[in-house]
């Protein structure tokens, strides 16, 4: 699907920005340990890449209100755990023709996935660029002879939710040079780039913007490593390409579809504008 583009209404990127105008609030000066136990880091120095972009890189934690926070803090008032305590029944589940679970191959998932999170998207031993969704359907349909999930579907999110769970505290890692090197440049050429109506690119809201206000929205950094999120807007759990949507969405563009190749792309990227935060798991948004 292709992009619309227009330079017809500058009035309304102009009006947008001033949108953003003098209100400015910082992100919080805050720390989020969970359970009283597990620090994460929400704040770090910007990897070499950012050089001239950002120098400092901040989680979309930090742009929350206190309350929003505060549900991060603790499992128990994390509204994620409904979800992950589905993904990880799930993941015992014999599915499909060859009457498999996950744990029949993986094993514990505590274990087996350990990391994961951390490094995806990823190329695989095709050399395809996959986010964890596809590596998911990739076992369900070859491995277990199950139907593939919906991206977006609440199966694949309660099973991405558990899987993330298993990387929280650690450093993003995703690889960026070698045979990922082309992926990410396309992922960056796509977030410099002005979409739909409004002329926006993502780097006009989440770095040339972030700490200001978009209405009542606060703009972050557009970091993933809290993703998948449970979203108090949407009521539910939200994946790193469902909010690629609405964010094209919002610049009145038609935009790519959940899992597609651009969105794949655009997710490599984002996610190494956050090498140094660490994977938060089950985050907690607006």
């Known amino acids: 699907m292709t992009l619309r583009y227009s330079r017809t209404t500058m009035f309304a990127a102009a009006a947008l920005a001033l949108a953003c105008g003098p209100a400015m609030a910082n992100p919080a000066e805050d720390e989020l340990v969970v359970n009283e136990e597990m620090t994460i880091t ?27 926070r505060k549900m991060q803090r603790d499992d128990f008032d994390n509204p994620n755990f409904v979800f992950v305590e589905q993904g990880l029944e799930t993941w015992d589940t014999a599915e499909g023709t060859e009457n498999k679970s996950c744990a029949d191959c993986h094993g514990d ?28 359907n990739d076992c369900r349909t070859n491995r277990m002879g199950a139907e593939a999930w919906k991206w977006n579907s609440q199966e694949m999110k309660n099973m991405t939710l558990a899987i993330s769970l298993q990387s929280r505290g650690m450093p993003v890692a995703v690889e960026i040079d070698g045979p990922a090197a082309e992926f990410w440049e396309r992922g960056k050429e796509m977030y410099y780039t002005r979409f739909g109506q ?23 950094q557009g970091q993933v ?29 038609e935009t790519f579809g959940a899992g597609s190749q651009e969105f794949r792309e655009l997710e490599l990227y984002v996610a190494s504008r956050g090498l140094g935060l660490d994977i938060e798991g089950a985050g907690v948004r607006p």
């Open 42 to 68: 929400t704040k770090a120095p910007a990897a070499a890449h950012l050089d001239g972009h950002l120098s400092e890189i901040y989680s979309g934690w930090l742009f929350r209100e206190d309350e929003t």
């Open 109 to 136: 998932i505590t274990e087996s996935m350990k990391g994961l999170r951390a490094t995806l998207p990823k190329v695989n031993a095709a050399g395809n660029l996959w986010s964890m969704e596809d590596f998911v």
């Open 198 to 220: 409004l002329e926006m690119s993502c780097a006009n809201c989440h770095e040339d913007n972030f700490g200001n206000y978009i209405r009542a929205d606060h703009l972050s």
């Open 225 to 253: 490593n809290g993703f998948p999120v449970y979203r108090l807007k949407d009521a539910g759990v939200v994946s790193i390409h469902q909010r690629f949507v609405g964010c094209v969405r919002d610049t009145r563009a």
